[in-house]
């Protein structure tokens, strides 16, 4: 055994030539400490082991168990492979929670918005039969003009997919009307079909495509009107 004094941050008991100020000291029982010019860097305690500066990781930080970050500001629950923000017990995959409900926002870097410009996008995703993701559904805001101070028109569109790209189904527009299969609908509710068809809310019989329901618009077929 190397016996020493218990040192302190600007005096630690093993210190260097070259600097004297930098080294390892011992201020309690079960205290490990580790100072750099004098200034207290790390504690290594009985219970914790706490960095006081910033920490840099060069490489990949692994952390066994759950990590919490400021208590619930992050905490990420390890036994249910759950992350929470907020909250340090979260319900599902991702919960975010805040004292008068929890937001959250998807933005754009830029800073001159123009109409076309897309404002934040959440995909839905599944793997292909080669377990490659693939968009199944998309709900993007994109700017419907330009943006400046307090002007921000902006459209909310709805995308699936039926084979392999997803289309647009449904857009609110900056003006609150919302278009089916339109991208730019006129009125509070547009739904829009190919000319010389109609559109139908209700059900289709699956063997003689006898119809229940409302239907609007006009077809022709062996000079008969459906109006």
């Keep these: 055994q190397i016996l020493a004094?218990?040192?302190?941050?600007?005096?630690?008991?093993?210190?260097?030539?070259?600097?004297?100020?930098?080294?390892?000291?011992?201020?309690?029982?079960?205290?490990?400490?580790f100072s750099v010019a004098g200034t207290r860097k790390l504690r290594l305690e009985s219970a914790q082991i706490v960095v006081e500066t910033a920490l840099v990781a060069n490489t990949t930080l692994n952390v066994i168990g759950d990590a919490a970050f400021d208590t619930d500001t992050l905490f990420v629950d390890a036994s249910?492979?759950?992350?929470?923000?907020?909250?340090?017990?979260?319900?599902?995959?991702?919960?975010?929670?805040?004292?008068?409900?929890?937001?959250?926002?998807i933005s754009t870097g830029e800073t001159t918005i123009v109409d076309g410009d897309n404002l934040g996008a959440i995909a839905f995703l599944g793997l292909d039969a080669q377990s490659v993701p693939k968009q199944g559904a998309f709900i993007k805001a994109m700017a419907a003009g330009t943006h400046s101070s307090n002007v921000y028109p902006?459209?909310?569109?709805?995308y699936t997919a039926a084979t392999a790209d997803v289309v647009e189904r449904l857009r609110i527009?900056?003006?609150?009307?919302?278009?089916?299969?339109?991208?730019?609908?006129?009125?509070?509710?547009?739904?829009?079909?190919?000319?010389?068809?109609?559109s139908h809310f209700g059900?289709?019989?699956?063997?003689?495509?006898?119809?229940?329901?409302?239907?609007l618009g006009f077809t022709e077929s062996n000079n008969i009107n459906y109006r």
């Design 154 to 158: 902006t459209d909310l569109i709805f």
């Design 80 to 105: 249910e492979d759950r992350v929470g923000i907020g909250t340090t017990a979260p319900q599902q995959d991702l919960e975010v929670m805040g004292s008068a409900g929890g937001v959250i926002a």
């Design 5 to 33: 004094p218990a040192g302190s941050a600007g005096s630690p008991s093993y210190a260097f030539s070259a600097q004297a100020s930098t080294g390892m000291y011992k201020p309690g029982t079960n205290q490990l400490y």
């Design 203 to 215: 059900a289709i019989a699956t063997t003689n495509t006898h119809y229940t329901g409302i239907t």
């Design 173 to 198: 527009d900056s003006d609150g009307y919302v278009g089916i299969a339109t991208s730019a609908p006129q009125s509070k509710l547009q739904v829009a079909t190919a000319t010389g068809t109609y």
